[in-house]
């Protein structure tokens, strides 16, 4: 079966950085991407991985290991703006989403 | 540009009951997508359309029926409403050679 763990929730400061990780196994691989999702609102897209390695925009990064089928998002200089659900999604060899349950990120002062 | 537009925002229905669940675009993309929400859990796929005339079925599609007739407008139909599909319901759309999905605002239901 098709299958996306990540964390159900973390925690972090004001300020500093973290680190959500994903791992997936899914029937074939073209992309994976990283959504973010404030309470009551729907998903916005924030980055999307097809081949190994970094992809840096502004406080967000986003990593990808094809052969290790392992993303992580990371956040830098963490703002309380950016407490909410983050959602990993890899499309499939038939250009399907599949997605993970969500990573909640609560910001403490 | 409104992007994806999806309406009603929020709706109580009746068990039995029958409701549509209105989506348009307006950013030409061709595929586009019914999902749902239940709190706490992630994201699952209840009907797609690559296009115009063609639909497939998803993970969750008992219960609903889509169609689509033009590139911009997908709605989703609830026959015979049923507490189990209290939700929110998400629509959206996509280019395929991007892949990145935009979404509406939602749709939050609740069948008593």
């Known amino acids: 079966g098709q299958n996306i763990d990540q964390p159900t929730e973390m925690t972090a400061t004001e300020g500093a950085i973290v680190q959500i990780n994903c791992t997936y196994q899914t029937s074939g691989f073209n992309g994976l991407f990283w959504y973010q999702q404030h309470a009551g609102e729907a998903p916005t897209f924030l980055s999307y991985?097809?081949l190994d390695g970094l992809e840096e925009k502004g406080r967000f990064s986003s990593f990808l290991s094809r052969s290790k089928g392992y993303s992580y998002l990371l956040l830098k200089e963490l703002q309380m703006k950016d407490s909410a659900s983050y959602l990993c999604?890899?499309?499939?060899?038939?250009?399907?989403?599949?997605w993970g349950a969500g990573t909640k990120l609560i910001i403490k002062p | 540009n409104a992007g994806v537009t999806q309406t009603p925002k929020f709706r109580i229905l009746k068990i039995g009951q029958s409701m549509t669940l209105q989506c348009t675009q307006d950013?030409?993309?061709?595929?586009m997508y019914w999902y749902r929400q239940d709190p706490g859990m992630g994201l699952k796929l209840i009907y797609y359309?690559?296009?115009?005339?063609?639909?497939d079925k998803g993970e969750v599609p008992n219960g609903y029926n889509v169609s689509r007739s033009t590139t911009e407008d997908f709605p989703l139909r609830l026959e015979l409403a049923a507490p189990s599909q209290t939700s929110v319901y998400f629509c959206?759309?996509?280019?395929?050679?991007?892949?990145?999905?935009?979404f509406g605002e939602g749709s939050r239901l609740t069948v008593l």
């Open positions: 359309s690559v296009g115009a005339g063609i639909t």
């Open positions: 999604a890899v499309r499939d060899s038939n250009y399907q989403l599949i």
């Open positions: 950013m030409n993309h061709n595929y």
């Open positions: 959206a759309s996509s280019l395929r050679e991007t892949g990145e999905l935009f």
């Open positions: 991985n097809v």
